[in-house]
């Protein structure tokens, strides 16, 4: 019960990463909270808020909420939308789409719980960042800027509230087989499925997509106590794609 005791809002925690985090952190003891869109997959004790990561009003009225009860111990931001396109084939709309979800999202839900955990015993923060916050990949031209932005923010949050015991690091997933994933393979390649799902797979060095609940274990080490001298981190959970093929 490694998270006894804490309450944790976890944003996008309906589906793929944000809900193993959910059901991880469940399961340890936390009091969890997710904030979404669609209640999904929320189930158990776990509490669910319908909440916009772009709305910030939305955001802080439902932290607030939240902090009321029980304060609040622990953020963590999977909330988050993908988009395929270079430079020259990325509307303004779809930029703009992705920097609302993505980048003003994180922002909102750490703006609405920083006070709070300012005003109780400080806290932490975790933020999804991405292997594109730290290298080039093809035809991800405004998904790569916002988790550029996530990485940053990351760092400029750890930076300034060290003072109020908030600790603020951010994971960087390779490819995680997820159902966006599989939705995705069928949309683009039908009829190649099992092809392109192996291709996509060995394009980590280690020869496989990562899972949720892998990242879901990194996120609760993170966000427990025995992580209590990292901040400031990133930590890329990528099957040696950075070190390795870059």
Not at 7 to 15: E, F, K, L, P
Not at 120 to 138: K, Y
Not at 198 to 203: I, T
């Amino acid at each position: 019960m490694r998270l006894e005791n804490k309450t944790a809002i976890i944003t996008g925690g309906a589906s793929g990463i944000g809900n193993a985090v959910a059901k991880r952190f469940e399961a340890e003891g936390a009091t969890v909270h997710v904030f979404d869109l669609n209640s999904g997959n929320v189930d158990g004790n776990i509490i669910f808020h319908q909440v916009d990561a772009s709305d910030q009003k939305a955001c802080v009225n439902a932290a607030a909420e939240v902090a009321t009860k029980a304060g609040i111990d622990i953020l963590v931001n999977c909330a988050g939308i993908s988009h395929i396109g270079k430079l020259d084939t990325t509307s303004t709309d779809d930029f703009e789409r992705l920097f609302n979800v993505n980048v003003k999202g994180v922002y909102n839900s750490m703006f609405a719980c920083i006070s709070h955990m300012m005003d109780g015993n400080g806290g932490v923060i975790l933020n999804l960042a991405s292997i594109a916050s730290h290298v080039g990949i093809p035809d991800r031209f405004a998904y790569s800027m916002t988790k550029g932005a996530v990485l940053t923010m990351t760092y400029s949050v750890a930076c300034d509230y060290l003072k109020n015991n908030i600790r603020c690091n951010c994971i960087s997933p390779a490819r995680i087989h997820t159902p966006f994933v599989d939705d995705f393979i069928a949309k683009t390649y039908p009829g190649q499925e099992k092809e392109m799902f192996e291709k996509l797979s060995q394009s980590q060095p280690i020869g496989r997509m990562g899972t949720p609940s892998e990242v879901a274990n990194l996120a609760l080490y993170l966000c427990s106590d025995e992580s209590g001298f990292i901040t400031g981190t990133d930590f890329p959970i990528d099957g040696g794609f950075i070190k390795i093929k870059s």
